[in-house]
């Protein structure tokens, strides 16, 4: 395995890329909440100086900070791993077949 630059000792593979179901769900209802705050924060700024700009770059602003706390898998958003299955073995797959009356060709 190839060591990573960021993380010596580590491989790629080592490193947790992925969010569980539940750090899904939430990380998607944190984005909602905080576009829907970005966006009335904006207006409210936008409104009050009366200048779409500063409304957009407010929301903009918002955006980009949602961003970065919602897609990164940060560990906050993995604390529910799934628990799989063991991998079955090419026989344990034909035998399953055969007793099911499924001809795997392979």
Do not use: E, N
């Amino acid at each position: 395995a190839h060591a990573s630059f960021i993380m010596p000792g580590k491989s790629g593979a080592d490193l947790p890329i992925a969010m569980d179901f539940a750090g899904q769900k939430a990380a998607y209802q944190t984005m909602q909440a905080l576009l829907a705050v970005a966006a009335a924060v904006g207006w409210v700024l936008g409104y009050y100086h009366q200048d779409f700009w500063i409304s957009f770059q407010a929301f903009v602003a918002g955006a980009v900070f949602a961003a970065l706390v919602t897609i990164p898998a940060w560990p906050w958003w993995r604390r529910h791993p799934v628990a799989w299955l063991p991998a079955l073995s090419l026989a344990q797959c034909g035998r399953r077949a055969s007793r099911r009356r499924i001809h795997v060709l392979l």
